[in-house]
């Protein structure tokens, strides 16, 4: 014989499924105070209280449509994020530094975060010459040392005399970045691998 139905007239595996609609899932992102900080599954099943599963179908529905983007960082996690419109006004001094291609927030959130010396101005050339040494990697994804030194140095030494000296600062800031990798028996053979 089967059990009656609930109350509600619904079968229990469908109650409470109504709050985890995708604009409720997409309203995480637009309610946080920094609107730049990707979020994780985690931040999301906080926000609405639900379960990883379905957090992380929400948000792949979110990505299907465009409203989200996502990507994974580090071995097991995966970050999402609101893309950004394309400007259609006049260049501001940000956008004629920025390349052609568009950035990923996650990689300028973790050059924002990376360990460097320095501050103020100093800093800000520091991080502007990790960026550059980063962006190098993605468009000649077999570069090696002595390429940044040639190509990358030069115009951004950040405050450094010796390229080597610039190079103790960039190189462990630079591993540690997305899809980035060392091969360390070809010469120190660095590579940009796509995620």
Not at 31 to 46: G, I, Y
Not at 61 to 84: C, H, I
Not at 102 to 119: F, H, M, N, T, Y
Request: proline residues 8%; charged residues 30%.
């Amino acid at each position: 014989m089967d059990d009656p139905p609930d109350s509600s007239g619904t079968p229990p595996a469908a109650t409470g499924q109504e709050q985890f609609t995708l604009d409720a899932v997409f309203g995480v992102f637009e309610e946080r105070s920094d609107s730049a900080r990707p979020l994780t599954a985690s931040d999301v099943m906080d926000a609405v209280d639900c379960s990883r599963r379905t957090a992380h179908n929400k948000l792949g529905e979110l990505v299907d449509q465009g409203r989200l983007e996502t990507r994974k960082v580090g071995a097991r996690s995966r970050v999402w994020w609101v893309p950004m419109p394309r400007s259609t006004g006049a260049p501001t001094p940000e956008t004629e530094r920025a390349p052609t291609a568009q950035r990923d927030p996650v990689v300028d959130v973790e050059i924002a975060d990376a360990e460097l010396p320095g501050s103020g101005e100093l800093l800000r050339e520091r991080r502007e010459a990790l960026r550059a040494a980063y962006d190098y990697v993605t468009e000649n994804p077999e570069a090696t040392k002595t390429e940044f030194f040639t190509e990358v140095f030069p115009d951004h030494s950040a405050g450094f005399k010796t390229a080597d000296e610039w190079w103790e600062m960039i190189e462990p800031a630079l591993a540690d970045l997305p899809n980035v990798d060392v091969e360390l028996e070809r010469d120190h053979v660095w590579r940009f691998v796509k995620g």
